[in-house]
């Protein structure tokens, strides 16, 4: 059981009500950090709350509705979870959709959608994360990307990709402006299974269970590495391949 003695922080994660955020939020409580967890469905919210405080129940979890394209709601939630706790030490932009359809075949809705969740609301995430970290003098940034984003990627794919190369550069760009006391990690999770594919009907190779996968996306962001690719194998090797290789190979190895 853990003490409040062993507190290591305040973690606030969007999108966690399901999939990896949901994982991560149940590990890094396992850890020892308070959470402050949000996102669009507040039944899942309860539920996560609920089960965390039953494993550990000297943390502190709060939650709250966001919808993260709502774009007052970022920064009013943000700053809610900040005065609750004091200080929010670290913010995983996670809350992504992976809606997608080949550009020019009538689906601009579901591609616009992604776009929009996955690019425009990680950069109101940002903003909101870095203004609470600016002010209170430290902060981590976390942006969940996606091995995808390494290359373009074809048909249902593209959009996606990159967005999640977008969330990338968003965060080498805040990386290197070198604000005191506050790190960036990107995140380049593989195939890990989650809520996003669970509708796939066949499942890629190297797909790993969601614990695990996410166990290496914890790891990678308690170092604090600039950047990852999780889980390692087949990862390290496969995103070197994949920025080299001509783009009718690199697309063979996902």
């Not at 949000?38 to 996560?48: F, K, N, V, Y």
């Amino acid at each position: 059981m853990n003490s409040r003695s062993d507190r290591r922080g305040t973690i606030l994660i969007t999108g966690a009500s399901s999939g990896l955020g949901a994982e991560m939020a149940r590990q890094f409580a396992a850890l020892g950090y308070d959470l402050a967890l949000c996102a669009r469905r507040t039944e899942r919210l309860d539920e996560l709350r609920a089960r965390i405080l039953a494993e550990h129940p000297d943390r502190v979890v709060a939650v709250q509705v966001l919808d993260v394209v709502d774009d007052a709601a970022v920064f009013r939630v943000f700053e809610e979870f900040a005065a609750e706790f004091g200080t929010i030490d670290r913010v995983v932009v996670n809350a992504g959709l992976g809606k997608g359809a080949p550009l020019g075949t009538g689906r601009h809705d579901a591609n616009r959608e992604t776009a929009t969740v996955n690019f425009l609301a990680a950069l109101t995430q940002s903003e909101a994360a870095l203004t609470l970290f600016r002010a209170q003098g430290h902060g981590h940034l976390v942006m969940i990307s996606s091995i995808s984003a390494l290359r373009g990627m074809p048909k249902t794919l593209t959009t996606y990709a990159a967005t999640k190369a977008g969330v990338a550069a968003l965060a080498e760009g805040v990386r290197t402006e070198n604000i005191p006391g506050v790190d960036v990690s990107v995140i380049y999770p593989g195939y890990i299974r989650s809520e996003m594919n669970d509708r796939i009907k066949h499942q890629p190779k190297f797909m790993v269970d969601t614990a695990t996968g996410v166990r290496a996306m914890v790891a990678a962001i308690e170092k604090r590495r600039a950047k990852a690719y999780v889980p390692a194998w087949p990862w390290v090797p496969f995103g070197y391949a994949l920025r080299v290789l001509p783009a009718p190979l690199a697309r063979k190895l996902l």
